[in-house]
């Protein structure tokens, strides 16, 4: 298994994106597969649901309301015999969606929606994706990140939201584009419903909905993180130092790209153990972008 930090990444020209940095921090291994662009084949059908949801809430959020044309014409990336149930309780969510959060599409009067940026910090350039930028009434900006979540620990989530690296690491790119103070983010959270292997598409659309009706707020909940300026500013620190280290070293060599094995199974199962324990490539694809989230 040979890699080697690539000719054609650098933080000053390339950037590095949320999630890329999160790999860093997590595991400098699993940061030296990602900038290698390694890829596992099998990532896309594990994550069609979450992807074909936010792309559905990028389409409600862009002003249109025509869900289930959308959800008709959607190119799911899973089993055949699993497609029209996926659907389903995508249609289900997002119906008692717009009825539960109406409000977002009257009275909060958003400027971006899926917009990316490539901002400037020092000599590294910053990039991303928000999920959405609006005004409150009051005419402060906030901006909306959804979330799909299997398994959720409430109580935790509420803890680590306000040091969260997304959060924090878009607010202060768009407070350095836009040269304004962010004064929050709204983390949107849609539970991913369960459902009987043995149901109908047609049925479980039903009992979905019913369940969904009487219970909305098991489904779905939001978290209103507010920032101050002093922490922004804490931020920004910290992130400059995180980034000075990481490009001392780029420029240093692969044994600084060593593994954390105690990162194997944090948040579900690291998408590269599979090279890690066997050393072969077998089960990986190599693709064309550093960040293929920005391409979603």
């Known amino acids: 298994m040979q890699l080697s930090i690539p000719k054609d990444y650098s933080l000053e020209e390339t ?30 059908e594990k994550w069609a649901y ?27 990336s899973v089993p055949k015999d699993e497609i029209q149930k996926t659907k389903s309780i995508a249609q289900a969510m997002l119906s008692r969606y717009l009825e539960f959060y109406g409000k977002d599409f009257t009275e909060k009067r958003f400027t971006a ?14 990039r991303g994706k928000c999920d959405g ?10 901006h909306i990140e959804h979330k799909n979540y299997s398994q959720i620990n409430v109580e935790v ?26 004064h929050g ?18 049925d479980l659309l039903v009992e979905l909905s019913e369940k969904i009706r009487k219970d909305p707020k098991h489904y779905f909940f939001r ?42 199974q944090l948040r579900g199962t690291c998408e590269y153990l599979d090279i890690c324990s066997s050393g072969s490539f077998v089960g990986y694809e190599k693709i064309d972008t550093f960040f293929p989230e920005l391409e979603e």
């Open 15 to 44: 950037g590095i994106t949320q999630s890329l940095l999160k790999k860093w921090k997590t595991c400098r291994r699993a940061f030296l597969f990602s900038i290698n662009r390694m890829h596992p084949t099998c990532i896309y």
């Open 50 to 76: 979450h992807n074909m949801m936010h792309a559905a809430l990028e389409f409600l959020y862009k002003g249109n309301k025509m869900f289930d044309v959308f959800l008709t014409n959607y190119k799911l």
């Open 113 to 126: 929606v899926e917009k990316e940026f490539a901002v400037r910090f020092g000599n590294y350039l910053l």
């Open 133 to 142: 930028k609006f005004k409150d009434k009051k005419g402060r900006f906030y």
């Open 157 to 182: 989530l509420a803890k680590i939201l306000k040091f969260d690296l997304q959060n924090n690491f878009y607010a202060l790119a768009d407070s350095i584009e836009g040269k304004r103070d962010i």
């Open 185 to 202: 983010v709204l983390y949107n959270v849609l539970r991913v419903p369960q459902s009987r292997k043995e149901i109908s598409p047609r």
């Open 223 to 264: 978290f209103e993180i507010m920032f101050h300026p002093s922490d922004l500013k804490d931020f920004e620190g910290t992130l400059r130092h995180q980034l000075s280290e990481l490009y001392a070293c780029l420029h240093t060599g692969v044994h600084c790209f060593y593994q954390n094995e105690n990162a194997c």
